[in-house]
Nanobody, 115 residues
Framework: QVQLVESGGGLVQPGWSLRLSCAAS????????MDWYRQAPGKERELVAS???????SYADSVKGRFTISRSNMKNTVYLQMNRLEPEDTAVYYC?????????WGQGTQVTVSS
């Protein structure tokens, strides 16, 4: 069974950093593209960053230059390093993968950026 478990969120001040982790199991992690999404209160879930099975990365314009997505195939874990956080980054962050036509999501981890 596909499982994605996010961790690493918290309350930080603007300009601080966080590293989110997503532990994956139940599928061939090395062959899957992995994504980070976020959802702010009252807004739709948006794609933040992606990393392919070949370690190609892409980012939303709003986080480009501040966030870095990475993965460890040995650990079956995808990471999101978030630097210079802004209040607008406040959201629940979700890990996502697609497998055999099905989207899988973690439970989410809360990131709050506030002074």
């Amino acid at each position: 069974q596909v499982q994605l478990v996010e961790s690493g969120g918290g309350l930080v001040q603007p300009g601080w950093s966080l590293r989110l982790s997503c532990a994956a199991s139940g599928f061939d992690f090395r062959l899957n593209d992995m994504d980070w999404y976020r959802q702010a209160p009252g807004k739709e879930r948006e794609l933040v960053a992606s990393i392919t099975s070949r370690f190609y990365t892409s980012y939303a314009d709003s986080v480009k230059g501040r966030f870095t997505i990475s993965r460890s195939n040995m650990k079956n874990t995808v990471y999101l390093q978030m630097n210079r956080l802004e209040p607008e980054d406040t959201a629940v962050y979700y890990c996502n993968t697609k497998d055999l036509g099905t989207d899988y999501w973690g439970q989410g981890t809360q990131v709050t950026v506030s002074s």
